[in-house]
């Protein structure tokens, strides 16, 4: 060891032998517990000795003071331990209170009064503000070096104020009132903030608490569920033995259930026969919607003679984009060989002749006149003689519409001859295209490609959709309508089902057939007879009573998407008219089910005129991938209304899994239950961040306990809701249900295990 070395510690720790000085140095800490101290008065000096000791050793070197120094020492120790404890104890008072360790504003207020005193069970009000207040501000200052601004309007100087408010209040009025409040600006939903107002009454009062605000009402029920996540009043009486409980809120999250089995997340779809896409997908031509239906006639081939090579789509450019931009001028009739909507256009079709440019008038007349090429005096040509053509109707032309992106905006299926959209074509948007293709062997091409000519003039392309929506259109027929989107991906064989159902007129039920009495109705499914079970496990043709899961090559199911394609063009509509006509040669039977008019008219016409015909629908469910992972499919849920059962069995949290409520997940961590592949059940509750109706709530429970066993109880519930808009969208239609339901529970101890297992020898 070396004595009197120098310290080389950054910061020397400087020790004092001054009993004194070692109250004022807190930045060293406190001495440990093993230290002693201990003082001792002189009388032969009259002074008072100061020593420290760990056991029989001395922690610091024996020392004195004068006795006036020891008791200036006794006085300030006594003044800081007063005050210590009167700290504790008022952090302890309030800790005990609401479990928080929060200052409150000091001093209390105290209200005078026998009245005040006897509706809030006492005088005091507290309030215990926690929380953070941030303003930030700061000055933006940017400068455009560009000729054409003015030198004195290049700079721009803005200040830039920013606030962030975290405040959790919790205020008490006497012992009854209780108002608590969280608030964020940052929060990214209203229902983030919470806020509520509780009054508990006193055990024999009839009020027995009132609540406003952030409210739940939890019910035991399992044929009547409750719900917590509403917004309202609260209430619960007590009448002698029986306890009353009233609720009249805002409904701000809907329950939902999903179902597993072994992992594997099974998730159940309805769609009903009016849901189908829209201004989505589209025949190239009416020559591919002709051939469309004997092409998937024998499955799983598609029997077609065509190859699509080559395709360019183009749409109004809405998001004014500058790449990718040309004049285009789109003509409704464009390589049509039959279906003609100018009389003036049509040539001489023999039969169904391929799609191409020379199949009529219009590419011929058109294809050498520069004033229609220039586009700017485009529309007073065509609209002139000879051509006397409608903008809208015969043609449209666009400025600088936008190319898309094969791949990105849309795929093409090469044997079939249509386009999918990734996004929906709005009402004011055109859609015109170009292809070539393939048709036993021999080349064929309908308009004209970008690099065909790459100076300023129009290009001359295939109307798909105008801005104008008229069902008499023959290009109306190029949208498809039977298409349908279950909003799911990557879907698998495995697990998945697929039903049409019909609901019956005189059962009120759903049913999976023709209720009339013919062989090839009755006895045969709807799958059948819309053409999705024409083959069994085998590829053999005979219908095995399951959906034809036919991916690849893509006939009735897209996986990647979750789309399902019917393989005949109005499954509800003239195609059920035909397979009824055809076994019960009645035309009234036959009108009683096809719904034409959902192939006729708009969607949302067919939906709002003909809902009589609207009773077909799909259901099925689909499987995800094994995992111990549940999805919701729903975030920010209600903390407290997950609830996981297995077999009937309730589960516990974070014994037999987990829940992430902000993302949405239930995580399975039990594995035996995964093994076992016990089916597993959760019901939760989301906050709709984007809610459609506005729902309010009414219910009361009433629960009469004859003893701790034994209970009897009813529930009375309303759910009405109304729509934020007058106009009413079909499906979206408010509703207004009751619920009443009575019930009992009886619970007792059951010895049959203890006396089975003392009979043991």
Known sequence: MLIGQNDSLLFPFNDSFDPLDQEERKLYGENPSSVETNFEYDPESGNVNYKQSMGELNYRPPSYMSFDE?????????MDDYWKQIQK?????????????????????????????RIFGGNTIEIRPNGS??????????????????????????????????????GNIGEKLKIQTNYNTQATFDFENQMKLEYTGYEDEIIQKIELGNVSLPLQSSLITGSQALFGVKTELKF????????????????????TEGGAQEVEFEIGADEYEAYRHYFMSHFFRDIYEKALSTPPIINSSVNVTRVEVWVTNTNFSTENTRNIIAFQDLGEARRIYNSGFAGDPKGNLPAANGQNKVYGGIYNNAQIRAFTQASRVLEGAPYNLESRFDYQKVELARKLQQGRDYTYNQQLGYISMV????????????????????????????NDNTGSDALVLKMLKSSELNTRFPMWDLMMKNVYSLGAYQLSNQGFELGIWYLDKKKGIDINYIPEPYIGLNDRPLLQVMGLDRINNNSAQV??????????????????????????????????????????QDEKIASNYAFDSLYTNTQANAQYNFPALNRFSIKGKYQSSNSSEIALNAFNVPEGSVRVTAGGQTLIENQDYTVDYTLGRVKIINEGLLESGTPIDVSLESNSAFGINRKALFASRFDYKISDQLNFGGTFMNLSERPLTQKVNYGDEPINNTVVGIDGAYSTESKFLTSMVDKIP
């Not at 020891?70 to 006594?78: G, L, M, N, P, V």
């Not at 930030?136 to 920013?162: C, H, L, M, Y």
């Not at 306890?243 to 179902?259: A, G, I, L, P, W």
């Not at 004011?428 to 036993?440: C, D």
Request: negative net charge; charged residues 25%.
């Open 133 to 170: 207040a941030e303003l930030t501000f700061g000055v933006n200052s940017s400068k455009t070096e560009n000729p054409a601004i003015p030198v004195n309007q290049r700079r721009i100087t803005t200040f830039d104020f920013r606030q962030n408010i975290q405040l959790n209040v919790i």
């Open 240 to 259: 002698g033995r029986l306890y009353v409980t009233s609720v009249y809120s805002q409904q701000k999250s809907e329950r939902r259930e999903v179902s």
């Open 423 to 450: 996004q929906e074509v709005q009402p004011n948007q055109v859609l015109a295209i170009a292809f070539e293709y393939t048709y036993n062997g021999q080349t064929y091409r309908v308009g004209e490609f970008s």
């Open 89 to 117: 104890e008022a952090a302890e008072d309030e800790e005990s209170e609401d479990g928080s360790t929060g200052s409150s504003f000091r001093p209390a207020i105290n209200v005078e009064g026998e009245g005040f005193d």
């Open 543 to 584: 219908p095995d009573g399951m959906f034809d899961f036919l991916a690849s090559p893509q006939i009735t199911v897209n996986p990647s998407n979750g789309r399902i394609f019917f393989p005949v063009l109005e499954p509800f509509g003239s195609d059920l008219r035909q397979t009824l006509l055809t076994l019960t």
């Open 70 to 78: 020891y008791s200036d020492y006794e006085k300030k120790k006594s």
